[in-house]
C-alpha cells in the first residue's frame, strides 16, 4: 500500500514538472488508437527530435492502455528524450520512476547510469560547482556498486574517475592562487589534498611540485 502511494505522488509530482497530461485526464478518444500505433508515432517523433510532441504522444499511451506490454520501453523513452533534449532533471526524474516500477528490467543499469550522467553533463569547466560534481561521484559509484552493472559498471568508474580529476584540478588552481596572494598556508593545503585524497589520477607530481617549491614559505 505504501508503495503504491509512493508511485501515485511520484506520477503527480513528474506531471507538475512536465506539464504532461495526468493519467485521470486523457482524452477517450486516444482508445480508438491502438497502444502499438501511438508508440510508433511517439518514436517517429523522438527520431526526428521532435522531443516534446514524442513525449506527449508516448504520455497519452501511457493513459490510454496502461496495460500496454512495452509499458517499460514508454517510461525510458520518455526518460531519454528529456536527457537528449537537455531537460536533466526532468530526465533524473523519469529514470527513477522507471526503475522503481521496473527495479528488474534489463535496463535498469543503463538507467542508473543515464542518472549519474544527467549530474555529470551539468558540470561546467568554469567556475566549478563541487556540489554537482559529487553528486555524479555518488551516482556513477552506484552504477558500479549495482549487483549487476554490465557494461555500465566499467563507464561509471572511468566517468567517476573523470570527476575526480576534476576536483582534483580544481585544488591546484586554487593552490596556485593562494600562491599567488602569498598565503602559503592554504595553498599547501589544497596541493596536498590533490595527493591524499584524489592521488593516481594523474595529478600527484603537479601537486608535488607546488610544495617542494613553497615547503619554506
Given at each position: ?8 505522488l ?27 500505433e501511438?508508440?510508433?508515432q511517439g518514436k ?11 513525449i506527449n504522444?508516448?504520455?497519452?499511451l501511457?493513459?490510454a492502455h496502461?496495460?500496454?506490454?512495452q ?5 525510458l523513452?520518455i ?6 533534449e537537455g ?5 533524473i526524474a523519469?529514470?527513477?520512476?522507471f526503475?522503481?516500477?521496473?527495479p ?5 543499469s ?12 551539468q558540470?561546467k569547466n568554469t567556475?566549478?560547482d563541487?556540489?554537482?560534481v ?7 559509484k ?5 549487483a549487476?552493472?554490465g557494461?555500465?559498471g ?6 567517476s ?9 580544481k585544488e591546484?588552481?586554487?593552490?596556485r ?7 602559503y ?14 592521488s593516481?589520477l594523474?595529478l600527484?607530481d603537479?601537486?608535488?611540485k607546488?610544495l617542494?617549491k613553497i615547503k619554506?614559505?
Amino acid at each position: 500500500m505504501v508503495l503504491v502511494v509512493r508511485l501515485l505522488l511520484l506520477a503527480v509530482l513528474v506531471g507538475l514538472a512536465t506539464g504532461c497530461v495526468p493519467l485521470w485526464t486523457a482524452d477517450v478518444k486516444e482508445k480508438n488508437v491502438s497502444a502499438e500505433e501511438l508508440f510508433k508515432q511517439g518514436k517517429e517523433k523522438i527520431k526526428d527530435k521532435q522531443y516534446q510532441e514524442g513525449i506527449n504522444i508516448l504520455e497519452r499511451l501511457k493513459s490510454a492502455h496502461p496495460e500496454f506490454k512495452q509499458m517499460p520501453e514508454v517510461y525510458l523513452a520518455i526518460a531519454d528524450s528529456f536527457y537528449d533534449e537537455g531537460s536533466y532533471d526532468k530526465a533524473i526524474a523519469r529514470y527513477l520512476q522507471f526503475m522503481e516500477l521496473y527495479p528488474g528490467d534489463k535496463e535498469a543499469s543503463r538507467a542508473r547510469y543515464q542518472i549519474a550522467m544527467s549530474y555529470f553533463n551539468q558540470i561546467k569547466n568554469t567556475d566549478l560547482d563541487n556540489s554537482v560534481v559529487k553528486q555524479a561521484i555518488r551516482a556513477f559509484k552506484a552504477v558500479s556498486d549495482a549487483a549487476d552493472p554490465g557494461e555500465w559498471g566499467k563507464k561509471a568508474e572511468e566517468k567517476s574517475r573523470e570527476c575526480q580529476r576534476k576536483l582534483a584540478e580544481k585544488e591546484l588552481y586554487k593552490s596556485r592562487s593562494y600562491i599567488s596572494l602569498g598565503n602559503y598556508k592554504a595553498a599547501k593545503i589544497a596541493a596536498q589534498r590533490v595527493i591524499d585524497e584524489y592521488s593516481k589520477l594523474g595529478l600527484d607530481d603537479e601537486a608535488q611540485k607546488i610544495l617542494d617549491k613553497i615547503k619554506n614559505k
